[in-house]
């Protein structure tokens, strides 16, 4: 690789934090690039060059663009992994998508959402979302209490794609006390090769 993939993201979002992790645990060599949410960095006319949406992360890998962080996933595994974390049979590859599913849609709209309240002051209801979360934490406990990891028996993109807002849910009030086998989940992740972990902010229940 010629030069690095440039990231632009910001170091508090878990969905940036799954394009770092990915790349780690690939080995690729990565620039990041914070762009400032808070001063609307995202939304001025060079920023939406680079994505019509507004929205981080968006990956320049040698001048090709790319947004969407489960598509990023996929492509980097497809352009620099060798199936490891994407394989190539049916099922494997359904349930994968499946989990992603799970990640842009009950995820993003519980814990994810909670977080933002208390990382970013979003004006959301936080009760409604910790109890949509705690549900769906039961759902996925119960999964993993018979496998390791969400589509079998060895880590795939569905780890790396659901990880960071699980991780961080306590942040938005969102205690994973209750659920002990994805607790040993998120252990078994983190004891991958190449495992980077995302910043922790001290609210919610990591006060």
Not at 23 to 52: M, Q, R, W, Y
Not at 78 to 88: E, Q
Request: glycine letters at 8%; proline letters at 7%.
């Amino acid at each position: 690789m010629s030069n690095p993939i440039k990231v632009y993201r910001h170091a508090l979002s878990g969905h940036c934090h799954r394009i770092e992790l990915m790349l780690s645990l690939l080995g690729l060599p990565a620039t990041f690039i914070d762009v400032d949410l808070a001063a609307g960095e995202h939304k001025t006319p060079g920023f939406l060059k680079l994505n019509a949406l507004g929205q981080v992360p968006v990956l320049d890998d040698q001048g090709t663009l790319l947004a969407d962080s489960n598509a990023i996933l996929v492509y980097l595994e497809r352009r620099y992994g060798n199936g490891r974390w994407l394989p190539h049979d049916p099922l494997t590859q359904a349930q994968v998508q499946r989990w992603f599913s799970v990640a842009a849609g009950p995820l993003a709209n519980s814990a994810m959402k909670a977080r933002l309240v208390t990382v970013f002051g979003a004006p959301f209801d936080p009760e409604p979302l910790i109890a949509a979360a705690h549900r769906l934490f039961q759902f996925i406990d119960a999964h993993l209490a018979s496998q390791p990891f969400l589509a079998g028996d060895q880590a795939t993109l569905a780890e790396v794609s659901l990880y960071s807002y699980i991780a961080h849910a306590p942040e938005g009030n969102v205690s994973l006390e209750p659920y002990a086998h994805l607790r040993a989940w998120l252990r078994r992740i983190e004891a991958l090769e190449g495992f980077v972990p995302m910043g922790v902010t001290r609210v919610g229940l990591m006060r």
